[in-house]
Every structure is written in C-alpha cells, then in structure tokens.
C-alpha cells in the first residue's frame, strides 16, 4: 500500500516563501508522476504541478514562474518551493501519485498567505 506524508506548510506573509514537502512510503516500481494539487474556498481542487519520473514537468498558470517543483526517485520525496506567495494562494494543498493506473492521495497540508 503506498502512502504520501506532506510537510511544511503553515502560515506566511504575501510575498513570502515556504516549502511543502512530500515523503512516499510502500511499493513504488515503475512510472509514476506525482503533484500537488490544492483546494482553494470555493473552488474545486486544481493541479498546481506535476512531475514525472522521466523529469516531466505541468505547472498550472498561476503556479509558473513562482513555484518549482522537485522529485528524488530514489527516496521517492517531491518538494515544492513556492515563493511569492500571494493570498490567492491559501488552501489545502496535497500530494498526489500516479502509478499503475491508481491514484494516491495524501492528508494535505494547510498553506494560508496572509496580506
């Protein structure tokens, strides 16, 4: 069974920056792609960036040019730095993997920007 753990996250001024981090455990062979996703009030989750194990990366609009994210295969963690962070920016935010045609989720960690 795999499992995603994420870390980091808390509370921050607009304009700072924080690293969210995510630690994979359980049998993890092959391709896979993992992300983070984050859930805004009241709007559904939405992908913020992605990277697969071939090095791959998604970033969502909003995401590009502030927020770069990182994957070590070998000890299956995936960081995302996010800097210049905006008050939009606030939500829960999770890992995600993708291997075999299943989807995992973390727990979430909570990222709140304040003005």
């Known amino acids: 069974q795999v499992q995603l753990m994420e870390s980091g996250g808390g509370l921050v001024q607009a304009g700072g920056s924080l690293s969210l981090s995510c630690v994979a455990s359980?049998?993890?062979?092959?391709?896979?792609?993992m992300g983070w996703y984050r859930q805004v009030v009241g709007k559904q989750r939405e992908l913020v960036a992605e990277?697969?194990?071939?090095?791959?990366?998604t970033y969502a609009d909003f995401a590009k040019d502030r927020f770069t994210i990182s994957r070590d295969s070998v000890r299956k963690t995936m960081t995302l730095q996010m800097n210049r962070l905006r008050p939009a920016d606030t939500g829960d935010y999770s890992c995600?993997?993708?291997?075999?045609?299943?989807?995992?989720w973390g727990k979430g960690t909570q990222v709140t920007v304040s003005s």
């Open positions: 990277m697969t194990s071939g090095g791959r990366t």
């Open positions: 995600s993997l993708i291997i075999s045609d299943r989807r995992f």
């Open positions: 359980g049998r993890i062979f092959g391709p896979s792609i």
